[in-house]
Protein backbone atom coordinates (compact mmCIF):
# COMPACT_ATOMS: atom_id res chain seq x y z
CA UNK A 1 0.00 0.00 0.00
CA UNK A 2 1.24 3.62 -0.94
CA UNK A 3 2.01 5.85 2.18
CA UNK A 4 -0.78 8.27 2.44
CA UNK A 5 -3.01 7.43 -0.57
CA UNK A 6 -5.96 10.48 -0.48
CA UNK A 7 -8.45 8.94 -2.71
CA UNK A 8 -9.37 5.59 -4.59
CA UNK A 9 -7.87 6.68 -7.60
CA UNK A 10 -4.43 6.09 -5.79
CA UNK A 11 -5.21 2.61 -4.48
CA UNK A 12 -6.13 1.70 -8.11
CA UNK A 13 -3.17 2.96 -9.44
CA UNK A 14 -1.23 1.23 -6.86
CA UNK A 15 -2.70 -1.76 -7.88
CA UNK A 16 -2.59 -1.29 -11.62
CA UNK A 17 1.56 -0.47 -11.13
CA UNK A 18 2.10 -3.62 -8.80
CA UNK A 19 0.34 -6.03 -11.36
CA UNK A 20 -0.77 -4.83 -14.53
CA UNK A 21 -1.28 -8.46 -15.97
CA UNK A 22 -4.19 -9.60 -13.36
CA UNK A 23 -7.53 -9.87 -14.06
CA UNK A 24 -9.74 -7.13 -11.83
CA UNK A 25 -13.18 -7.54 -12.81
CA UNK A 26 -14.93 -10.40 -14.92
CA UNK A 27 -18.81 -9.77 -15.87
CA UNK A 28 -20.79 -12.15 -18.27
CA UNK A 29 -17.24 -14.04 -19.78
CA UNK A 30 -15.79 -10.82 -20.50
CA UNK A 31 -12.65 -10.03 -18.27
CA UNK A 32 -10.16 -6.23 -17.80
CA UNK A 33 -6.92 -6.59 -16.13
CA UNK A 34 -5.46 -3.88 -13.96
CA UNK A 35 -3.29 -1.84 -16.38
CA UNK A 36 -6.26 -2.00 -19.08
CA UNK A 37 -8.87 -0.73 -16.52
CA UNK A 38 -6.17 1.60 -15.45
CA UNK A 39 -5.54 3.13 -18.98
CA UNK A 40 -9.59 3.26 -19.70
CA UNK A 41 -10.08 5.05 -16.39
CA UNK A 42 -7.64 8.00 -17.61
CA UNK A 43 -8.93 8.10 -21.05
CA UNK A 44 -12.43 8.48 -19.52
CA UNK A 45 -11.47 11.10 -17.01
CA UNK A 46 -9.64 13.22 -19.85
CA UNK A 47 -12.78 13.01 -21.45
CA UNK A 48 -15.34 14.25 -18.73
CA UNK A 49 -12.65 17.18 -18.45
CA UNK A 50 -12.57 18.03 -22.23
CA UNK A 51 -16.16 17.70 -22.10
CA UNK A 52 -16.56 20.78 -19.31
CA UNK A 53 -16.44 19.03 -15.90
CA UNK A 54 -14.56 21.15 -13.27
CA UNK A 55 -13.94 19.96 -10.05
CA UNK A 56 -16.81 19.33 -7.76
CA UNK A 57 -19.35 18.69 -10.74
CA UNK A 58 -21.25 15.87 -10.16
CA UNK A 59 -20.76 12.66 -12.44
CA UNK A 60 -24.62 10.65 -12.28
CA UNK A 61 -24.09 6.98 -13.20
CA UNK A 62 -27.25 4.99 -14.53
CA UNK A 63 -25.25 1.45 -15.16
CA UNK A 64 -25.57 -1.83 -13.56
CA UNK A 65 -22.54 -3.33 -11.89
CA UNK A 66 -20.60 -4.40 -14.85
CA UNK A 67 -17.01 -3.20 -15.93
CA UNK A 68 -18.27 0.16 -17.48
CA UNK A 69 -19.57 0.94 -13.82
CA UNK A 70 -15.86 0.45 -12.63
CA UNK A 71 -14.66 2.96 -15.28
CA UNK A 72 -17.16 4.77 -15.24
CA UNK A 73 -17.10 5.99 -11.17
CA UNK A 74 -13.06 5.71 -11.23
CA UNK A 75 -12.79 8.15 -13.96
CA UNK A 76 -15.28 10.20 -12.44
CA UNK A 77 -13.22 10.61 -9.01
CA UNK A 78 -10.30 10.92 -10.87
CA UNK A 79 -11.55 14.17 -13.20
CA UNK A 80 -12.01 15.34 -9.67
CA UNK A 81 -15.56 15.54 -9.87
CA UNK A 82 -18.44 13.53 -7.32
CA UNK A 83 -19.62 9.86 -8.67
CA UNK A 84 -23.19 9.72 -7.80
CA UNK A 85 -24.22 6.18 -8.41
CA UNK A 86 -27.64 5.92 -8.88
CA UNK A 87 -30.11 2.84 -8.15
CA UNK A 88 -30.83 1.42 -12.00
CA UNK A 89 -34.36 0.02 -10.17
CA UNK A 90 -35.55 3.31 -9.78
CA UNK A 91 -38.48 5.00 -11.71
CA UNK A 92 -38.39 7.76 -14.12
CA UNK A 93 -39.92 10.31 -11.33
CA UNK A 94 -37.37 8.72 -8.64
CA UNK A 95 -33.74 9.44 -10.71
CA UNK A 96 -34.76 12.71 -11.70
CA UNK A 97 -35.28 14.08 -8.38
CA UNK A 98 -31.85 12.72 -7.55
CA UNK A 99 -30.15 13.99 -10.39
CA UNK A 100 -31.54 17.41 -10.29
CA UNK A 101 -31.34 17.30 -6.36
CA UNK A 102 -27.45 17.12 -6.73
CA UNK A 103 -27.30 19.13 -10.17
CA UNK A 104 -25.37 17.06 -12.24
CA UNK A 105 -24.21 18.00 -15.01
CA UNK A 106 -22.46 14.54 -16.72
CA UNK A 107 -24.49 11.63 -16.70
CA UNK A 108 -22.94 7.99 -18.29
CA UNK A 109 -26.10 5.65 -18.62
CA UNK A 110 -26.81 2.32 -19.84
CA UNK A 111 -28.52 3.29 -23.47
CA UNK A 112 -31.40 0.93 -22.84
CA UNK A 113 -32.24 2.14 -19.37
CA UNK A 114 -36.19 2.20 -20.34
CA UNK A 115 -36.54 5.47 -17.81
CA UNK A 116 -33.10 7.34 -19.40
CA UNK A 117 -34.69 9.71 -21.68
CA UNK A 118 -37.35 10.93 -19.43
CA UNK A 119 -34.05 11.84 -17.11
CA UNK A 120 -32.62 13.44 -19.59
CA UNK A 121 -35.59 15.85 -20.50
CA UNK A 122 -35.95 16.49 -17.20
CA UNK A 123 -32.73 17.64 -15.92
CA UNK A 124 -31.40 20.89 -17.33
CA UNK A 125 -27.95 21.00 -15.97
CA UNK A 126 -27.05 18.00 -17.73
CA UNK A 127 -24.63 19.47 -20.19
CA UNK A 128 -22.29 15.91 -21.35
CA UNK A 129 -24.48 12.21 -21.65
CA UNK A 130 -22.52 9.76 -22.56
CA UNK A 131 -23.79 5.79 -22.86
CA UNK A 132 -22.04 2.86 -22.88
CA UNK A 133 -20.88 0.20 -23.38
CA UNK A 134 -17.18 1.64 -22.43
CA UNK A 135 -15.78 -2.58 -23.68
CA UNK A 136 -17.11 -4.71 -25.93
CA UNK A 137 -19.26 -3.63 -29.56
CA UNK A 138 -20.41 -0.11 -29.88
CA UNK A 139 -24.01 0.48 -29.41
CA UNK A 140 -25.66 3.77 -31.18
CA UNK A 141 -26.42 6.23 -28.54
CA UNK A 142 -30.28 8.03 -28.26
CA UNK A 143 -31.24 11.11 -28.81
CA UNK A 144 -29.80 13.77 -26.34
CA UNK A 145 -26.51 11.58 -25.45
CA UNK A 146 -23.21 10.51 -27.52
CA UNK A 147 -22.11 6.88 -27.60
CA UNK A 148 -19.11 6.10 -25.73
CA UNK A 149 -16.65 5.15 -28.23
CA UNK A 150 -17.13 8.93 -30.21
CA UNK A 151 -16.68 10.22 -26.62
CA UNK A 152 -13.70 9.00 -25.99
CA UNK A 153 -12.54 8.94 -29.68
CA UNK A 154 -10.20 12.54 -28.52
CA UNK A 155 -9.44 11.43 -25.67
CA UNK A 156 -5.56 10.21 -24.43
CA UNK A 157 -4.59 8.67 -21.47
CA UNK A 158 -2.21 10.62 -19.38
CA UNK A 159 -2.72 11.49 -15.92
CA UNK A 160 -5.59 14.11 -15.57
CA UNK A 161 -3.37 16.99 -13.04
CA UNK A 162 -4.11 16.42 -9.31
CA UNK A 163 -7.39 17.99 -8.21
CA UNK A 164 -7.98 16.11 -5.25
CA UNK A 165 -8.46 17.46 -1.78
CA UNK A 166 -8.91 14.25 0.96
CA UNK A 167 -11.61 16.47 2.19
CA UNK A 168 -13.53 17.28 -0.89
CA UNK A 169 -16.45 15.61 -1.53
CA UNK A 170 -15.64 12.05 -3.83
CA UNK A 171 -19.65 10.64 -3.80
CA UNK A 172 -22.87 10.73 -3.21
CA UNK A 173 -25.42 7.67 -2.41
CA UNK A 174 -28.69 8.59 -2.51
CA UNK A 175 -30.57 6.87 0.95
CA UNK A 176 -34.56 6.39 1.20
CA UNK A 177 -35.43 10.41 1.05
CA UNK A 178 -38.79 11.62 -0.34
CA UNK A 179 -39.68 15.16 -2.54
CA UNK A 180 -38.88 17.48 0.39
CA UNK A 181 -36.60 15.45 2.27
CA UNK A 182 -33.74 14.03 0.08
CA UNK A 183 -30.82 12.13 1.88
CA UNK A 184 -27.73 11.87 -0.48
CA UNK A 185 -25.25 11.01 2.11
CA UNK A 186 -22.17 12.63 0.89
CA UNK A 187 -18.53 10.93 1.40
CA UNK A 188 -15.22 12.83 1.04
CA UNK A 189 -12.25 10.50 -0.28
CA UNK A 190 -10.96 10.70 2.86
CA UNK A 191 -14.00 8.70 4.29
CA UNK A 192 -14.04 6.18 1.33
CA UNK A 193 -10.44 5.43 1.69
CA UNK A 194 -10.54 5.03 5.64
CA UNK A 195 -13.15 2.56 5.59
CA UNK A 196 -11.74 0.70 2.55
CA UNK A 197 -8.17 0.42 4.22
CA UNK A 198 -10.13 -0.54 7.57
CA UNK A 199 -12.45 -3.40 5.97
CA UNK A 200 -9.32 -4.67 4.15
CA UNK A 201 -7.06 -4.77 7.25
CA UNK A 202 -9.92 -6.95 9.25
CA UNK A 203 -10.69 -8.91 6.50
CA UNK A 204 -6.94 -9.44 4.79
CA UNK A 205 -7.66 -9.44 1.72
CA UNK A 206 -4.74 -9.95 -1.29
CA UNK A 207 -4.39 -10.24 -4.40
CA UNK A 208 -4.86 -13.89 -4.22
CA UNK A 209 -8.77 -13.05 -3.21
CA UNK A 210 -11.25 -13.74 -5.90
CA UNK A 211 -14.96 -12.55 -4.66
CA UNK A 212 -18.20 -13.48 -6.38
CA UNK A 213 -20.26 -10.25 -6.24
CA UNK A 214 -23.86 -9.93 -6.48
CA UNK A 215 -24.77 -6.56 -4.53
CA UNK A 216 -25.20 -3.85 -6.20
CA UNK A 217 -22.41 -0.98 -6.55
CA UNK A 218 -24.57 1.83 -6.09
CA UNK A 219 -25.65 1.06 -2.41
CA UNK A 220 -22.64 1.32 0.03
CA UNK A 221 -22.28 -2.26 1.03
CA UNK A 222 -21.76 -3.44 -2.69
CA UNK A 223 -19.61 -0.21 -2.85
CA UNK A 224 -17.12 -1.25 -0.30
CA UNK A 225 -16.73 -4.58 -1.83
CA UNK A 226 -15.49 -3.14 -5.16
CA UNK A 227 -13.59 -0.90 -3.80
CA UNK A 228 -12.09 -3.15 -0.84
CA UNK A 229 -10.89 -5.82 -3.84
CA UNK A 230 -9.64 -3.42 -6.20
CA UNK A 231 -7.16 -1.70 -3.76
CA UNK A 232 -6.09 -5.18 -2.23
CA UNK A 233 -5.34 -6.22 -5.86
CA UNK A 234 -7.98 -8.83 -6.09
CA UNK A 235 -10.80 -9.46 -8.38
CA UNK A 236 -14.53 -9.01 -8.32
CA UNK A 237 -16.99 -11.44 -10.84
CA UNK A 238 -20.20 -9.74 -12.15
CA UNK A 239 -23.02 -11.93 -10.87
CA UNK A 240 -26.15 -9.40 -11.01
CA UNK A 241 -29.02 -11.05 -10.61
CA UNK A 242 -30.18 -13.98 -7.42
CA UNK A 243 -33.26 -14.87 -10.20
CA UNK A 244 -31.60 -18.22 -10.82
CA UNK A 245 -29.56 -18.86 -7.40
CA UNK A 246 -27.56 -21.54 -8.21
CA UNK A 247 -25.77 -20.00 -11.34
CA UNK A 248 -24.43 -17.87 -8.93
CA UNK A 249 -22.78 -20.74 -7.09
CA UNK A 250 -21.90 -22.20 -9.88
CA UNK A 251 -20.26 -19.03 -10.85
CA UNK A 252 -18.81 -19.43 -7.12
CA UNK A 253 -17.06 -23.06 -8.07
CA UNK A 254 -16.38 -22.24 -11.94
CA UNK A 255 -14.09 -19.34 -10.72
CA UNK A 256 -12.70 -20.71 -7.52
CA UNK A 257 -14.11 -17.70 -5.76
CA UNK A 258 -12.64 -17.32 -2.47
CA UNK A 259 -15.04 -14.73 -1.18
CA UNK A 260 -18.96 -14.08 -1.10
CA UNK A 261 -21.09 -11.25 0.21
CA UNK A 262 -24.24 -10.93 1.28
CA UNK A 263 -27.29 -9.39 2.82
CA UNK A 264 -29.84 -11.96 5.13
CA UNK A 265 -32.15 -12.32 1.97
CA UNK A 266 -28.91 -13.22 0.03
CA UNK A 267 -28.22 -16.35 1.64
CA UNK A 268 -31.72 -17.27 2.67
CA UNK A 269 -32.34 -17.64 -0.73
CA UNK A 270 -29.51 -19.77 -1.72
CA UNK A 271 -30.11 -21.49 1.53
CA UNK A 272 -33.66 -22.56 0.37
CA UNK A 273 -33.15 -23.02 -3.50
CA UNK A 274 -29.16 -24.77 -3.76
CA UNK A 275 -27.68 -27.78 -2.59
CA UNK A 276 -24.26 -26.31 -1.93
CA UNK A 277 -23.10 -29.88 -1.67
CA UNK A 278 -23.39 -30.74 -5.10
CA UNK A 279 -20.52 -27.82 -6.04
CA UNK A 280 -16.73 -27.54 -5.00
CA UNK A 281 -17.01 -24.39 -3.05
CA UNK A 282 -13.22 -25.41 -1.70
CA UNK A 283 -11.39 -22.26 -2.26
CA UNK A 284 -14.27 -20.23 -0.76
CA UNK A 285 -12.04 -18.32 2.40
CA UNK A 286 -14.81 -15.87 3.51
CA UNK A 287 -18.22 -14.85 3.55
CA UNK A 288 -19.81 -11.24 4.48
CA UNK A 289 -22.73 -10.62 6.08
CA UNK A 290 -24.35 -7.24 6.56
CA UNK A 291 -27.08 -5.68 5.90
CA UNK A 292 -29.24 -6.32 8.87
CA UNK A 293 -29.80 -8.91 12.01
CA UNK A 294 -29.70 -12.72 9.96
CA UNK A 295 -31.24 -14.95 12.11
CA UNK A 296 -28.60 -17.16 14.34
CA UNK A 297 -30.79 -20.41 12.73
CA UNK A 298 -30.00 -19.16 9.68
CA UNK A 299 -26.08 -18.36 10.54
CA UNK A 300 -25.97 -21.83 12.01
CA UNK A 301 -27.43 -23.62 8.47
CA UNK A 302 -24.91 -21.37 6.50
CA UNK A 303 -21.65 -22.31 8.52
CA UNK A 304 -23.17 -25.93 8.54
CA UNK A 305 -23.56 -26.16 4.47
CA UNK A 306 -20.20 -23.86 3.96
CA UNK A 307 -17.85 -25.56 6.42
CA UNK A 308 -14.61 -24.09 5.05
CA UNK A 309 -15.61 -20.89 5.35
CA UNK A 310 -14.81 -18.15 8.10
CA UNK A 311 -18.36 -15.56 8.24
CA UNK A 312 -17.55 -12.24 9.23
CA UNK A 313 -20.88 -10.57 10.72
CA UNK A 314 -20.97 -7.04 10.22
CA UNK A 315 -22.93 -3.71 11.13
CA UNK A 316 -22.58 -0.40 8.84
CA UNK A 317 -24.26 2.52 7.37
CA UNK A 318 -24.24 4.44 4.38
CA UNK A 319 -23.87 7.76 6.45
CA UNK A 320 -20.50 5.83 7.43
CA UNK A 321 -19.87 5.19 4.25
CA UNK A 322 -20.15 1.53 4.72
CA UNK A 323 -19.09 -0.68 7.67
CA UNK A 324 -19.15 0.54 11.48
CA UNK A 325 -18.08 -2.88 13.54
CA UNK A 326 -17.63 -6.68 12.80
CA UNK A 327 -17.58 -9.71 14.48
CA UNK A 328 -14.13 -11.44 14.23
CA UNK A 329 -14.97 -15.12 12.67
CA UNK A 330 -13.02 -16.60 16.05
CA UNK A 331 -15.58 -15.00 18.28
CA UNK A 332 -18.63 -15.71 16.29
CA UNK A 333 -19.59 -19.15 18.25
CA UNK A 334 -19.08 -16.86 21.91
CA UNK A 335 -20.63 -14.10 21.09
CA UNK A 336 -23.21 -14.89 18.20
CA UNK A 337 -25.93 -12.14 18.05
CA UNK A 338 -23.75 -9.28 18.02
CA UNK A 339 -22.58 -7.46 15.51
CA UNK A 340 -18.98 -7.24 16.99
CA UNK A 341 -16.87 -4.24 17.89
CA UNK A 342 -15.74 -1.39 16.26
CA UNK A 343 -13.69 -1.62 12.58
CA UNK A 344 -9.66 -0.32 12.61
CA UNK A 345 -10.44 3.40 13.49
CA UNK A 346 -14.03 3.82 14.77
CA UNK A 347 -15.37 4.50 17.75
CA UNK A 348 -18.68 3.41 19.18
CA UNK A 349 -20.55 4.82 21.81
CA UNK A 350 -23.62 4.01 23.10
CA UNK A 351 -25.39 7.81 24.32
CA UNK A 352 -28.41 7.86 26.38
CA UNK A 353 -31.02 10.88 25.24
CA UNK A 354 -28.80 13.58 26.98
CA UNK A 355 -25.94 12.38 24.93
CA UNK A 356 -24.16 10.82 27.60
CA UNK A 357 -22.45 7.38 27.50
CA UNK A 358 -24.21 4.65 29.19
CA UNK A 359 -22.97 1.76 30.95
CA UNK A 360 -22.08 -1.59 29.43
CA UNK A 361 -25.75 -3.35 29.27
CA UNK A 362 -27.24 -0.42 29.10
CA UNK A 363 -29.70 0.55 25.85
CA UNK A 364 -29.15 3.48 24.20
CA UNK A 365 -28.31 5.44 20.80
CA UNK A 366 -25.33 3.82 18.71
CA UNK A 367 -23.11 6.23 17.90
CA UNK A 368 -20.02 6.88 16.06
CA UNK A 369 -16.64 8.77 15.72
CA UNK A 370 -14.23 8.28 12.95
CA UNK A 371 -12.82 9.14 9.58
CA UNK A 372 -15.67 7.04 8.09
CA UNK A 373 -18.18 9.59 9.06
CA UNK A 374 -19.87 11.40 6.15
CA UNK A 375 -19.57 15.58 5.55
CA UNK A 376 -23.20 15.47 5.63
CA UNK A 377 -26.17 14.99 3.28
CA UNK A 378 -25.94 16.92 0.41
CA UNK A 379 -27.93 20.34 0.26
CA UNK A 380 -30.11 19.06 3.10
CA UNK A 381 -28.23 20.93 6.53
CA UNK A 382 -31.59 20.53 8.23
CA UNK A 383 -31.73 16.13 8.19
CA UNK A 384 -27.36 16.49 8.58
CA UNK A 385 -27.61 18.23 11.78
CA UNK A 386 -29.86 16.17 13.42
CA UNK A 387 -27.56 13.07 12.83
CA UNK A 388 -24.57 15.10 12.57
CA UNK A 389 -23.57 16.56 16.27
CA UNK A 390 -21.24 16.94 19.50
CA UNK A 391 -18.66 14.96 17.74
CA UNK A 392 -20.80 12.18 16.83
CA UNK A 393 -22.83 10.59 14.18
CA UNK A 394 -26.30 9.35 15.69
CA UNK A 395 -27.08 6.29 13.72
CA UNK A 396 -30.63 6.09 14.74
CA UNK A 397 -29.76 2.29 15.98
CA UNK A 398 -30.72 1.17 19.76
CA UNK A 399 -28.14 -0.84 21.14
CA UNK A 400 -25.92 -1.74 23.70
CA UNK A 401 -22.30 -2.83 24.51
CA UNK A 402 -21.13 -5.76 26.45
CA UNK A 403 -18.67 -5.54 29.03
CA UNK A 404 -15.78 -6.72 26.00
CA UNK A 405 -17.37 -3.75 24.30
CA UNK A 406 -19.42 -6.07 21.52
CA UNK A 407 -22.49 -4.25 20.21
CA UNK A 408 -26.15 -5.98 20.21
CA UNK A 409 -28.53 -4.04 18.28
CA UNK A 410 -32.25 -4.03 20.01
CA UNK A 411 -34.06 -2.11 17.66
CA UNK A 412 -34.59 1.18 15.69
CA UNK A 413 -35.63 4.44 16.19
CA UNK A 414 -36.51 5.35 13.11
CA UNK A 415 -39.51 3.52 10.85
CA UNK A 416 -37.63 3.04 7.90
CA UNK A 417 -38.68 -0.44 5.86
CA UNK A 418 -35.96 -3.17 5.30
CA UNK A 419 -36.79 -5.37 2.74
CA UNK A 420 -33.78 -7.16 1.05
CA UNK A 421 -30.77 -5.17 0.40
CA UNK A 422 -33.16 -2.36 0.46
CA UNK A 423 -34.28 0.80 2.73
CA UNK A 424 -37.36 2.57 2.18
CA UNK A 425 -38.82 5.31 3.57
CA UNK A 426 -42.42 4.88 4.83
CA UNK A 427 -42.99 8.78 3.83
CA UNK A 428 -41.93 7.64 0.19
CA UNK A 429 -44.58 5.34 -0.52
CA UNK A 430 -47.63 7.24 1.58
CA UNK A 431 -47.01 10.65 -1.13
CA UNK A 432 -47.27 8.15 -4.15
CA UNK A 433 -50.21 6.46 -2.66
CA UNK A 434 -51.71 9.97 -1.90
CA UNK A 435 -51.38 10.95 -5.31
CA UNK A 436 -54.48 8.38 -5.95
CA UNK A 437 -58.24 10.16 -5.79
CA UNK A 438 -60.02 8.03 -3.03
CA UNK A 439 -57.27 8.34 -0.75
CA UNK A 440 -57.56 10.04 2.47
CA UNK A 441 -54.95 8.86 4.56
CA UNK A 442 -52.04 6.10 4.29
CA UNK A 443 -49.48 4.33 6.26
CA UNK A 444 -46.90 2.33 4.92
CA UNK A 445 -45.00 -0.53 7.48
CA UNK A 446 -43.02 -2.83 6.57
CA UNK A 447 -44.62 -6.03 7.83
CA UNK A 448 -42.16 -9.67 8.53
CA UNK A 449 -41.63 -12.28 5.16
CA UNK A 450 -39.34 -15.09 6.14
CA UNK A 451 -36.83 -14.24 3.25
CA UNK A 452 -36.65 -10.46 2.46
CA UNK A 453 -36.74 -9.76 6.00
CA UNK A 454 -39.63 -7.02 5.45
CA UNK A 455 -42.15 -6.54 2.67
CA UNK A 456 -44.29 -3.40 2.11
CA UNK A 457 -47.81 -2.81 3.45
CA UNK A 458 -49.33 0.29 2.83
CA UNK A 459 -52.80 0.79 5.26
CA UNK A 460 -55.39 2.70 3.50
CA UNK A 461 -58.10 4.85 4.42
CA UNK A 462 -60.59 5.52 1.70
CA UNK A 463 -61.98 9.09 1.24
CA UNK A 464 -65.89 8.73 1.32
CA UNK A 465 -67.25 6.50 -1.09
CA UNK A 466 -64.55 6.08 -3.24
CA UNK A 467 -62.02 3.57 -2.31
CA UNK A 468 -59.62 2.45 -4.99
CA UNK A 469 -59.14 -1.24 -5.49
CA UNK A 470 -56.00 -2.88 -3.65
CA UNK A 471 -54.31 -3.40 -7.40
CA UNK A 472 -55.16 0.28 -8.84
CA UNK A 473 -52.67 1.28 -5.39
CA UNK A 474 -50.30 -1.13 -6.83
CA UNK A 475 -50.39 0.09 -10.21
CA UNK A 476 -49.99 2.85 -9.27
CA UNK A 477 -46.68 2.91 -7.43
CA UNK A 478 -45.22 0.39 -10.28
CA UNK A 479 -45.86 3.34 -12.20
CA UNK A 480 -43.78 5.64 -10.06
CA UNK A 481 -41.38 3.99 -7.68
CA UNK A 482 -38.78 0.59 -7.73
CA UNK A 483 -40.50 -2.41 -7.41
CA UNK A 484 -38.91 -3.36 -4.43
CA UNK A 485 -40.76 -0.02 -3.02
CA UNK A 486 -44.49 -1.50 -4.11
CA UNK A 487 -46.87 -2.67 -1.55
CA UNK A 488 -47.19 -6.25 -1.34
CA UNK A 489 -50.04 -5.78 0.60
CA UNK A 490 -52.81 -3.19 0.57
CA UNK A 491 -55.05 -3.29 3.67
CA UNK A 492 -58.08 -0.99 3.88
CA UNK A 493 -58.47 0.04 7.53
CA UNK A 494 -61.60 2.78 9.28
CA UNK A 495 -58.90 4.69 10.49
CA UNK A 496 -55.17 5.06 11.21
CA UNK A 497 -54.39 4.80 15.34
CA UNK A 498 -52.62 7.71 16.35
CA UNK A 499 -51.10 9.55 19.25
CA UNK A 500 -52.59 12.28 20.77
CA UNK A 501 -49.95 14.53 19.42
CA UNK A 502 -51.16 12.98 15.93
CA UNK A 503 -48.36 10.45 14.91
CA UNK A 504 -49.11 7.37 13.40
CA UNK A 505 -48.67 4.56 15.46
CA UNK A 506 -46.90 2.41 12.87
CA UNK A 507 -46.30 -0.63 15.34
CA UNK A 508 -49.95 -1.35 15.28
CA UNK A 509 -50.71 -1.42 11.24
CA UNK A 510 -47.69 -3.86 11.73
CA UNK A 511 -49.61 -6.32 13.85
CA UNK A 512 -53.01 -5.83 11.71
CA UNK A 513 -54.20 -7.44 8.61
CA UNK B 1 -56.58 -20.72 -22.23
CA UNK B 2 -53.53 -21.62 -23.16
CA UNK B 3 -50.67 -21.85 -21.10
CA UNK B 4 -48.66 -18.71 -22.33
CA UNK B 5 -52.00 -16.68 -21.91
CA UNK B 6 -52.50 -18.11 -18.15
CA UNK B 7 -48.56 -17.60 -17.62
CA UNK B 8 -48.89 -13.77 -19.39
CA UNK B 9 -52.11 -13.49 -17.08
CA UNK B 10 -50.14 -14.20 -14.23
CA UNK B 11 -47.22 -12.08 -14.14
CA UNK B 12 -49.18 -9.03 -15.34
CA UNK B 13 -52.16 -9.41 -12.43
CA UNK B 14 -49.09 -10.08 -9.97
CA UNK B 15 -46.15 -7.74 -11.54
CA UNK B 16 -47.16 -5.14 -13.51
CA UNK B 17 -51.13 -5.16 -11.44
CA UNK B 18 -52.62 -4.82 -14.52
CA UNK B 19 -54.76 -6.91 -16.86
CA UNK B 20 -53.75 -4.91 -19.95
CA UNK B 21 -52.05 -7.86 -22.70
CA UNK B 22 -50.12 -4.94 -24.55
CA UNK B 23 -48.39 -4.40 -21.41
CA UNK B 24 -45.92 -7.47 -21.60
CA UNK B 25 -44.96 -9.38 -25.25
CA UNK B 26 -44.75 -12.56 -25.35
CA UNK B 27 -40.87 -13.15 -25.65
CA UNK B 28 -39.90 -10.29 -23.79
CA UNK B 29 -37.20 -10.70 -20.92
CA UNK B 30 -38.29 -10.61 -17.29
CA UNK B 31 -34.51 -9.89 -16.40
CA UNK B 32 -34.44 -7.29 -18.67
CA UNK B 33 -37.03 -5.84 -17.78
CA UNK B 34 -36.74 -5.99 -14.16
CA UNK B 35 -40.18 -7.07 -13.83
CA UNK B 36 -39.00 -9.72 -11.52
CA UNK B 37 -36.51 -10.17 -8.61
CA UNK B 38 -35.26 -13.16 -6.63
CA UNK B 39 -38.11 -13.84 -5.11
CA UNK B 40 -40.49 -12.97 -7.38
CA UNK B 41 -39.58 -15.84 -9.65
CA UNK B 42 -40.03 -18.12 -6.14
CA UNK B 43 -43.66 -17.05 -6.34
CA UNK B 44 -43.62 -17.98 -9.83
CA UNK B 45 -42.41 -21.40 -9.31
CA UNK B 46 -44.94 -21.37 -6.72
CA UNK B 47 -47.44 -20.31 -9.49
CA UNK B 48 -45.97 -23.07 -12.39
CA UNK B 49 -45.96 -26.00 -9.68
CA UNK B 50 -49.88 -25.32 -8.40
CA UNK B 51 -51.33 -24.52 -11.62
CA UNK B 52 -49.80 -27.42 -13.93
CA UNK B 53 -49.00 -29.67 -11.33
CA UNK B 54 -45.67 -29.79 -12.79
CA UNK B 55 -42.01 -30.17 -10.33
CA UNK B 56 -39.38 -27.57 -11.07
CA UNK B 57 -35.65 -28.64 -10.42
CA UNK B 58 -33.37 -26.38 -8.98
CA UNK B 59 -31.14 -26.91 -11.89
CA UNK B 60 -34.06 -26.31 -14.25
CA UNK B 61 -34.48 -22.65 -12.50
CA UNK B 62 -32.36 -21.04 -15.57
CA UNK B 63 -33.08 -18.11 -17.82
CA UNK B 64 -33.64 -20.08 -21.06
CA UNK B 65 -36.61 -22.17 -19.05
CA UNK B 66 -37.79 -19.29 -17.61
CA UNK B 67 -36.91 -15.97 -18.70
CA UNK B 68 -40.12 -15.02 -20.94
CA UNK B 69 -43.87 -15.91 -21.13
CA UNK B 70 -42.83 -18.10 -24.08
CA UNK B 71 -40.07 -19.80 -22.46
CA UNK B 72 -42.23 -20.64 -19.61
CA UNK B 73 -45.04 -22.29 -21.97
CA UNK B 74 -42.53 -24.40 -23.27
CA UNK B 75 -40.78 -25.33 -20.57
CA UNK B 76 -44.41 -26.22 -19.22
CA UNK B 77 -45.38 -28.32 -22.09
CA UNK B 78 -42.11 -30.27 -22.15
CA UNK B 79 -42.59 -31.31 -18.98
CA UNK B 80 -46.35 -32.23 -19.17
CA UNK B 81 -46.14 -34.19 -22.25
Not at chain 1, 193 to 204: C, M, R
Amino acid sequence: MPAGPTSLVDLLRASAQRHPGRQAIRHRGAEIHYGDLWREVRRAANALRAGGLQPGDRVALLIENSIDYVIAYYAALQAGGVAVGLNTAMRGPELARNVAHCAATALIAMPGHPELPGVIAACGTLRQVVTTPATGPARKAPDGAVAWHEWMAAADDADVPETIEPQAPASIIYTSGTTGDPRGVTLSHRNLVANTLSILEYLGLTEADRIVNVLPFYYSYGNSVLHTHLAAGGSLVLENSLTYPHLVVQAMAEQRATGFSGVPSTFALLLQRVKFADYDLSSLRYLTQAGGAMAPVLTERLLAALPGARLFVMYGQTEATARISYLPPERLASKLGTVGIGIPGVTIEVQDEAGRAVPAGTAGEVCVRGDNVMLGYWENPAATAKVLHDGWLHTGDIGQLDADGYLTLVGRSSDMIKTGAHRVSPLEIEEVVLELAGVAECAAVGVADPILGEVVRVCVVAADGAAPEARAVQAHCRDRLAAYKVPKEVVFVATLPKTASGKVKRFMLKEAG
Amino acid sequence: MSVAEQVRQYILENFLFSTDVSLLGLDESFLERGLIDSTGMLEVILFLEETFGVKVADDEMVPENLDSVNRIAAFVERKKA
